[in-house]
């Protein structure tokens, strides 16, 4: 079984999927492993590295798809709105592909991907249940993610994150705050308060209240019913909008107060809830900054354009995608660890043996022998439920 692993290709992209401590992993589970020319390069791991490793070189993108029985990317077809789609004639029948996929934000591109018969996993589909942790590639990009988004703030606000005691006087600590604490929150936290700034959070899961100040941090409390505002999964389930309003109602003083105010709130499968106003940033001093990592789902503050840095009411509102991208070098290393965690659980005596009667495989194989199989996906879709057969051919 050869893995192929060809260089990213989302604009700008300095990521690579697998890194060459990876290598021995794979060769123990029976694989070889064949890397583009220079696909590690931007991430900071050189050709030559790999070689040691025990890796494969291959001179073009094409070589690594032809020889690759397993294809491991980061950004796969869906993933990649801009460039995804040049990978769709180099993918073949019974070839697997594992990536982020967007399989329920981007169905379509799913679709296509089925349609080349490859057999397709997407990691952001994987449960998350304790087993599978050390997969857990959307936890592991989303701690990037929240560790960028402080960096970003405070490269952008004209003050300082930490107090100091100067001969020029005092110099008074940045003010944070977080609103959505999962794991980019989280993380985005612990990066604040390590910087030296105040930092205060708000979640609507009541159960984020103890996480917060275990890390140093002030929970905001604001007066509103969030008693069923987790669902089983531990996510937030979504509102009805006279929630938003009070939710921002509330929020106003708190965000008014902040020199940076990093958002990252969520809803699974749902467009990320507006929750600052183009009123809210005209309440805040000039010169504060909105980092929102929820951009690329709409974003969370009603004047973030995805993908771009605007002002307004000379407020920095920093609507940047991709953000663990950032991080190259850390962000995929922690990707290679996950992707490999998951495919030598795939993997059994150097063949793909996929159980479906394990919730890991079932819940992240989306396509297979041409069709979308995934019951979520295809309802996205329109199409109807496959009949249970159909997913395990
Ligand atoms: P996410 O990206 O879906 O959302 C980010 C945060 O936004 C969440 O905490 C959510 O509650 C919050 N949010 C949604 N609407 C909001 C609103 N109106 N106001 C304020 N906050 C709002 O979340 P995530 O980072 O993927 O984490 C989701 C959950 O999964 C968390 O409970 C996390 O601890 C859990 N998790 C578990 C594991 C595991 O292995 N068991 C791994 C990772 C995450």
């Known amino acids: 079984m050869i893995v192929g692993v060809p260089k990213e290709i989302f604009p700008a992209e300095r990521r690579v999927a697998l890194i060459p401590a990876s290598v021995p992993a794979l060769k123990k589970a029976g694989c070889a492993v064949v890397v583009e020319a220079g696909a590690g390069y931007l991430a900071g791991y050189a050709d ?34 801009a460039t995804g789609r040049l990978d ?19 169905p379509e591109s799913l679709q296509e991907l089925a349609a080349t018969g490859a057999t397709v996993f997407a990691i952001e589909m994987l449960p998350r249940i304790t087993r599978a942790q050390t997969m857990d590639a959307l936890s592991s990009m989303s701690t990037v993610a ?23 006087g005092t110099i008074s600590p940045a003010r944070v705050l977080i609103v959505g604490v999962g794991v980019s929150g989280l993380q985005a936290i612990a990066t604040a308060r390590r910087i030296g700034a105040v930092v205060s959070a708000y979640d609507v899961r009541p159960a984020v209240k103890e996480q917060v100040q275990s890390l140093g941090a002030r929970f905001v409390e604001l007066p509103l019913e969030t008693a069923e505002a987790e669902d089983q999964g531990g996510y937030a389930r979504a509102q009805d909008e006279a929630f938003y309003r009070r939710q921002r109602e509330l929020m106003g003083k708190a965000v008014s107060e902040s020199d940076v105010v990093i958002t990252t709130a969520n809803v699974p499968g749902r467009k990320a809830p507006v929750l600052i106003t183009a009123d809210m940033v005209a309440a805040m001093n000039p010169g504060s900054v909105i980092v929102d990592l929820a951009a690329e789902r709409g974003g969370n503050c009603e004047l973030t354009r995805t993908g771009e840095t605007v002002m307004a009411h000379g407020v920095t509102i920093i609507g940047r995608v991709n953000v663990p991208g950032m991080v190259p070098f850390h962000a995929s290393q922690m990707y290679s660890s996950n992707i490999t965690a998951f495919f030598t659980h795939l993997v059994k005596d150097g063949r793909l043996q996929l159980d479906l009667q394990d919730e890991i495989t079932r819940e992240t194989l989306v396509a297979q022998g041409g069709e979308v199989t995934h019951p979520g ?4 879709l329109g199409l109807a439920a496959a009949a249970p057969g159909d997913r395990s051919a």
């Open 88 to 106: 769709l004639p180099r993918f073949r029948p019974g070839q697997a592909a594992l990536g982020f996929q967007r399989a329920l934000g981007n």
């Open 146 to 168: 929240g560790y960028s988004a402080v960096l970003l703030g405070a490269s952008a606000l004209p003050k300082m994150f930490p107090m100091m005691m100067t001969a020029a």
């Open 48 to 81: 030559a590295a790999y070689e040691e490793k025990g890796a494969a070189l291959a001179a073009s993108r094409d070589e690594v798809f032809a020889r690759a029985d397993a294809v491991f990317q980061l950004l796969g077809v869906g993933a990649n709105h």
């Open 377 to 380: 996906v295809r309802e996205a």
